[in-house]
């Protein structure tokens, strides 16, 4: 993994339900850090419900520092200058067993 391609600034963000004061739950997220990452695009679809919306998704496969609290439970904010957008991250891996970094596979516009 090289340094000078993480370039991307991606905040960590575990999910945290809290009582919506009718007796049912919300998912606040809270902040766990903000790294840098290298980001690569891996394809997306679109996908038409009923003819009635039209969803467009974003596939991306993240390399960062290795970090133990990132699950498939947390979430991805990339952080662009204009920007921010949710990824919810659909597998995390330690690829060579040695806790260096991990490949992360992570969709956009989807909901988080």
Same mark, same amino acid.
């Given at each position: 993994m090289r340094i000078g391609k993480m370039r991307h600034l991606v905040r960590i963000e575990a999910p945290n339900n809290i009582s919506d004061g009718a007796g049912g739950e919300v998912t606040a997220w809270a902040s766990i850090a903000t790294v840098w990452a290298e980001l690569l695009p891996q394809g997306g679809t679109k996908i038409d419900e009923a003819d009635l919306i039209s969803i467009?998704?974003? +596939?991306?496969?993240?390399? @960062?520092?290795?970090? +133990? #609290?990132?699950?498939? #439970?947390?979430?991805? @904010?990339w952080i662009d200058s204009t920007q921010q957008t949710p990824l919810r991250i659909d597998s995390v891996a330690d690829i060579d067993g040695r806790r *260096?970094?991990?490949?992360?596979?992570? *969709?956009?516009?989807?909901?988080?």
């Open positions: 467009g998704q974003q +596939r991306y496969k993240l390399h @960062m520092r290795y970090r +133990r #609290d990132v699950t498939p #439970d947390c979430r991805l @904010m *260096t970094h991990l490949v992360i596979q992570a *969709t956009a516009g989807v909901p988080t």
